[in-house]
């Protein structure tokens, strides 16, 4: 059974902002947030399902600016729809209500 979920998603900046800024600020968002490298045979091991079953990884990779204008870019991300959807958040609503750290 499939429990990942993949996303082809299109942003619009505000403005026009350097891929490796853009880059810089995806990777250092949160602990959960995993940036592949724009390079296929890495792209290919890291940013598929199989690589994020079973973690809380989120894997965001194929940062591409679009044609259409600078500030238009393109990203793909994977993760286990399982945790993210469902387990993850009981877990942190137990933690909470134990007072234990998330």
Same mark, same amino acid.
């Given at each position: 059974?499939?429990?990942?979920?993949?996303?082809?998603?299109?942003?619009?900046?505000?403005?026009?902002?350097?891929? %490796?800024?853009?880059?810089?600020?995806?990777?250092?968002?949160?602990?959960?947030?995993?940036?592949?490298?724009?390079?296929?045979?890495?792209?290919? %091991?890291?940013?598929?399902?199989?690589?994020?079953?079973?973690?809380?990884?989120?894997?965001?990779?194929?940062?591409?600016?679009?044609?259409?204008?600078?500030?238009?870019?393109?990203?793909?991300?994977?993760?286990?729809?399982?945790?993210?959807?469902? %387990?993850?958040?009981?877990?942190?609503?137990?933690?909470?209500?134990?007072?234990?750290?998330?």
């Amino acid at each position: 059974y499939k429990r990942q979920v993949s996303t082809q998603s299109t942003w619009e900046l505000r403005r026009d902002v350097p891929l %490796a800024e853009i880059e810089e600020l995806i990777s250092s968002a949160n602990k959960w947030v995993h940036l592949v490298p724009n390079h296929k045979e890495v792209s290919m %091991a890291e940013l598929t399902p199989c690589a994020v079953s079973g973690k809380l990884e989120i894997a965001i990779g194929r940062l591409r600016k679009m044609k259409m204008g600078d500030e238009y870019l393109n990203a793909f991300t994977v993760g286990d729809q399982l945790l993210w959807g469902a %387990a993850e958040p009981l877990r942190r609503m137990l933690r909470i209500l134990l007072g234990a750290p998330l």
